[in-house]
Nanobody, 119 residues
Framework: QVKLVESGGGLVQPGGSLRLSCAASGDIFSIYVMNWYRQSPGKQREFVAGQTIHGETKYADFVKGRFTVSRDNAKNTVYLQMSSLKPEDTAFYYC?????????????WGQGTQVTVSS
Protein backbone atom coordinates (compact mmCIF):
# COMPACT_ATOMS: atom_id res chain seq x y z
CA GLN A 1 0.00 0.00 0.00
CA VAL A 2 1.36 3.40 -1.02
CA LYS A 3 0.95 6.47 1.13
CA LEU A 4 1.86 10.13 0.63
CA VAL A 5 2.17 12.35 3.69
CA GLU A 6 2.59 16.12 3.48
CA SER A 7 3.99 18.34 6.21
CA GLY A 8 5.25 21.86 6.73
CA GLY A 9 2.12 23.91 6.30
CA GLY A 10 1.11 26.69 8.64
CA LEU A 11 0.46 30.38 9.08
CA VAL A 12 2.92 32.85 7.60
CA GLN A 13 2.91 36.59 7.01
CA PRO A 14 2.87 38.03 3.50
CA GLY A 15 6.39 38.05 2.10
CA GLY A 16 7.39 35.13 4.28
CA SER A 17 8.58 31.63 3.44
CA LEU A 18 7.56 28.05 4.11
CA ARG A 19 8.89 24.68 3.04
CA LEU A 20 6.50 21.83 2.41
CA SER A 21 7.55 18.20 2.37
CA CYS A 22 5.85 15.14 0.99
CA ALA A 23 7.13 11.67 1.76
CA ALA A 24 6.01 8.56 -0.10
CA SER A 25 6.07 5.20 1.59
CA GLY A 26 5.00 1.66 0.87
CA ASP A 27 5.79 -0.94 -1.72
CA ILE A 28 7.42 1.47 -4.16
CA PHE A 29 9.46 0.42 -7.17
CA SER A 30 9.93 3.89 -8.65
CA ILE A 31 8.38 7.36 -8.65
CA TYR A 32 8.34 8.99 -12.06
CA VAL A 33 6.97 12.38 -11.16
CA MET A 34 6.09 14.16 -7.92
CA ASN A 35 3.83 17.19 -8.09
CA TRP A 36 2.29 19.83 -5.88
CA TYR A 37 -1.27 21.03 -6.36
CA ARG A 38 -3.33 23.46 -4.33
CA GLN A 39 -6.97 24.19 -3.74
CA SER A 40 -8.64 27.24 -2.23
CA PRO A 41 -12.25 27.32 -1.00
CA GLY A 42 -14.62 27.60 -3.94
CA LYS A 43 -11.87 27.00 -6.50
CA GLN A 44 -10.72 24.01 -8.50
CA ARG A 45 -7.55 22.22 -7.58
CA GLU A 46 -4.67 23.64 -9.61
CA PHE A 47 -1.17 22.51 -10.50
CA VAL A 48 1.64 24.34 -8.71
CA ALA A 49 4.92 22.60 -9.49
CA GLY A 50 6.43 19.23 -10.21
CA GLN A 51 9.66 17.34 -10.81
CA THR A 52 10.36 14.14 -12.69
CA ILE A 53 12.78 11.45 -11.64
CA HIS A 54 15.20 12.88 -14.21
CA GLY A 55 15.18 16.29 -12.55
CA GLU A 56 12.95 18.08 -15.05
CA THR A 57 10.82 20.71 -13.36
CA LYS A 58 7.63 22.48 -14.27
CA TYR A 59 5.95 25.43 -12.60
CA ALA A 60 2.65 27.22 -12.84
CA ASP A 61 3.12 30.78 -14.05
CA PHE A 62 1.79 32.23 -10.80
CA VAL A 63 4.66 30.73 -8.75
CA LYS A 64 7.59 31.11 -11.12
CA GLY A 65 10.46 32.86 -9.41
CA ARG A 66 8.91 32.40 -5.96
CA PHE A 67 8.56 28.64 -5.45
CA THR A 68 11.16 25.93 -5.96
CA VAL A 69 10.41 22.21 -6.20
CA SER A 70 13.06 19.63 -5.41
CA ARG A 71 13.30 15.91 -4.75
CA ASP A 72 15.33 13.51 -2.68
CA ASN A 73 14.90 10.32 -4.68
CA ALA A 74 16.66 8.22 -2.04
CA LYS A 75 14.04 9.31 0.49
CA ASN A 76 11.07 9.29 -1.94
CA THR A 77 10.43 12.84 -0.84
CA VAL A 78 9.51 16.02 -2.69
CA TYR A 79 9.84 19.52 -1.29
CA LEU A 80 8.26 22.83 -2.15
CA GLN A 81 10.20 25.87 -1.01
CA MET A 82 7.81 28.81 -1.06
CA SER A 83 9.09 32.37 -0.80
CA SER A 84 7.58 35.83 -1.20
CA LEU A 85 4.26 34.37 -0.17
CA LYS A 86 1.10 36.29 -0.96
CA PRO A 87 -2.36 36.09 0.60
CA GLU A 88 -3.60 34.53 -2.63
CA ASP A 89 -1.25 31.59 -2.02
CA THR A 90 -3.50 30.59 0.86
CA ALA A 91 -4.77 27.11 0.08
CA PHE A 92 -4.65 23.45 0.94
CA TYR A 93 -1.53 22.06 -0.72
CA TYR A 94 -1.58 18.49 -1.98
CA CYS A 95 1.16 16.14 -3.07
CA UNK A 96 0.58 13.97 -6.12
CA UNK A 97 2.89 11.31 -7.51
CA UNK A 98 3.03 8.75 -10.28
CA UNK A 99 4.29 5.66 -8.50
CA UNK A 100 5.16 2.25 -9.83
CA UNK A 101 4.65 -0.66 -7.52
CA UNK A 102 5.10 -4.30 -8.39
CA UNK A 103 3.30 -4.69 -11.71
CA UNK A 104 1.49 -1.38 -12.10
CA UNK A 105 1.75 2.40 -12.12
CA UNK A 106 -0.81 4.76 -10.59
CA UNK A 107 -1.23 8.33 -9.43
CA UNK A 108 -1.57 8.83 -5.71
CA TRP A 109 -2.62 11.82 -3.61
CA GLY A 110 -1.73 12.90 -0.12
CA GLN A 111 -4.24 14.32 2.33
CA GLY A 112 -2.87 17.84 2.07
CA THR A 113 -1.48 20.51 4.32
CA GLN A 114 -2.95 23.96 4.94
CA VAL A 115 -0.97 27.07 4.07
CA THR A 116 -2.36 30.39 5.27
CA VAL A 117 -0.73 33.67 4.29
CA SER A 118 -2.06 36.48 6.42
CA SER A 119 -0.91 39.37 8.55
Amino acid sequence: QVKLVESGGGLVQPGGSLRLSCAASGDIFSIYVMNWYRQSPGKQREFVAGQTIHGETKYADFVKGRFTVSRDNAKNTVYLQMSSLKPEDTAFYYCNAQISTTGESNYYWGQGTQVTVSS
